[in-house]
């Protein structure tokens, strides 16, 4: 079993940033790909960023391509999402998700199962 446990979330203005984290623990004996999803109130939850168990691959939804950067620190069992230039947009609840993989280059992909959820984390931007 994994479990993810996010923080870093908050009220930031907008052109601001932010820096989330999201640390797993447990053990599988797979390899886990981790990513970020957001959703914001009447909407659906969406991926927006991925990162492979190596961090050798990484996925990032159009809306955040240039302004958010995926990372990931093995040694911690830790992955970061810094966030710049944010929007009013960008405001939601951002959740951590974990999938089990066979190959250590395997990203998160849209429409692909997720195996483990954090319990969110909101994010709020002011115009």
């Known amino acids: 079993q994994i479990q993810l446990v996010e923080s870093g979330g908050g009220l930031v203005q907008a052109e601001g940033s932010l820096r989330l984290s999201c640390a797993a623990s447990?053990?599988?004996?797979?390899?886990?790909?981790l990513g970020w999803f957001r959703q914001a109130p009447g909407k659906e939850r969406d991926l927006v960023a991925s990162?492979?168990?190596?961090?050798?691959?990484?996925f990032y939804a159009d809306a955040v391509k240039g302004r958010f950067t995926i990372s990931r620190d093995n040694a911690k069992n830790t992955i970061y999402l810094q966030m710049n230039s944010l929007k009013p947009e960008d405001a939601a609840v951002f959740y951590c998700?974990?999938?089990?993989?066979?190959?250590?280059?395997?990203?998160?992909?849209?429409?692909?199962?997720?195996?483990?959820w954090g319990q969110g984390i909101q994010v709020t931007v002011s115009s």
């Open positions: 998700a974990a999938t089990r993989f066979h190959n250590a280059a395997s990203r998160i992909l849209p429409g692909l199962s997720i195996d483990y």
């Open positions: 447990g053990s599988t004996p797979y390899n886990l790909g």
């Open positions: 990162i492979s168990q190596d961090g050798s691959t990484t």
